[in-house]
């Protein structure tokens, strides 16, 4: 498995790593075995949410991760309507306690919400100081929220930002990801399977796939997992409820795409219109 430096932070994580929104519902013992083959096979980068099965699934991981947290980066979320100075605080606290930790490697502020993000940064900041995350990010920012993140924390702070990209979904492609790699941030690639919308074999876009994914002794989700990683500031998050599932997406991990193959996966899933509200980089 490939693992690449995460944003500022110093740590080196896998390129394909694990999500877990509605693993819960796989049934506990399924769910921790993929979690636990994903890992032998080098999928150490877990991310989690207190919104995820109202906290099921972090209990879950905390299940799965029993005599191995040292192996993981751990990350987990907290929810906008949560992320006040002292809610972010306990929010953390519930999380480790569900996971069974005393650390996540990140926290992430799950989306913008009402509250201040001066506050979540500052309640991010003391957290870190006691040791209670390594390194803090946001999921679903935008141009603007990132540009505001930066200027109340400073450069260097902000380990990730954690974004919707899929073949059918590029958007991030024409100013997020252009920022974030600027700024040294970690790009980390959320529903990369498009949330169970993967592109069918009697697609164009998924012959494209399956004749790339055949070329390597692959599959066509290997191939287009390994698409979304073609830049070095990007990882994926894919879910999986099997362990089956998770030897799959793993096997990305290894894979190496040739320029012209990147080139025919860019055709067959063109990144769309620049959308008119985001301001020209
Ligand atoms: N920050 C945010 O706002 C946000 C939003 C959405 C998601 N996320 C994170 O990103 C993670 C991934 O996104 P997602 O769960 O929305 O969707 P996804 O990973 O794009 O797709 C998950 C679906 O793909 C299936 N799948 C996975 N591996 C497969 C394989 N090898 N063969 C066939 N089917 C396979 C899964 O089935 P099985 O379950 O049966 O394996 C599931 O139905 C989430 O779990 C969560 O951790 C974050």
Redesign the pocket.
């Known amino acids: 498995m490939e693992r690449r430096r995460f944003g500022p932070t110093r740590r080196e994580v896998s390129v394909v790593g694990?999500?877990?929104?509605?693993?819960e519902?796989?049934g506990r013992a399924a769910a921790v075995a993929?979690l636990r083959r994903g890992i032998d096979l080098g999928m150490t980068h877990i991310?989690?949410?207190e919104m995820?099965g109202d906290g099921a699934?972090e209990e879950v991981v905390g299940e799965a991760l029993a005599g191995r947290r040292g192996e993981v980066f751990l990350v987990s979320?907290v929810l906008p309507q949560n992320a006040s100075g002292s809610g972010t605080v306990l929010a953390c606290e519930r999380s480790l306690a569900r996971l069974q930790t005393d650390r996540l490697d990140c926290y992430?502020l799950?989306?913008r919400g009402e509250n201040p993000l001066e506050d979540t940064i500052a309640a991010f900041e003391r957290l870190r100081a006691a040791g209670k995350i390594l390194s803090w990010g946001v999921?679903?920012f935008d141009v603007p929220d990132l540009e505001e993140a930066r200027r109340i924390a400073g450069e260097g702070r902000l380990a990730c930002n954690?974004?919707?990209y899929?073949l059918k979904e590029r958007a991030i492609e024409h100013a997020v990801l252009p920022w974030c790699e600027r700024h040294s941030v970690a790009v980390?690639?959320?529903?990369?399977?498009?949330?169970?919308?993967?592109p069918g074999p009697r697609t164009r876009g998924g012959q494209v796939l399956r004749e790339i994914a055949t070329a390597h002794h692959a599959?066509p989700?290997q191939v287009a997992l390994r698409f979304l990683l073609r830049r070095p500031s990007l990882f994926a998050?894919?879910?999986?409820?099997?362990p089956?599932?998770?030897?799959?997406?793993a096997g990305a991990g290894a894979l190496r795409l040739t320029a012209e193959e990147l080139a025919l996966i860019d055709a067959a899933f063109p990144p769309g219109p620049r959308p008119r509200e985001l301001p020209t980089l």
């Open positions: 694990q999500g877990t929104w509605f693993i519902r796989a993929a991310d989690t949410a995820y699934a979320k992430l799950h989306w999921s679903n954690q974004v919707l899929h980390v690639a959320y529903s990369p399977f498009g949330h169970g919308e993967f599959t989700r998050i894919p879910k999986a409820s099997s089956e599932h998770a030897e799959e997406n």
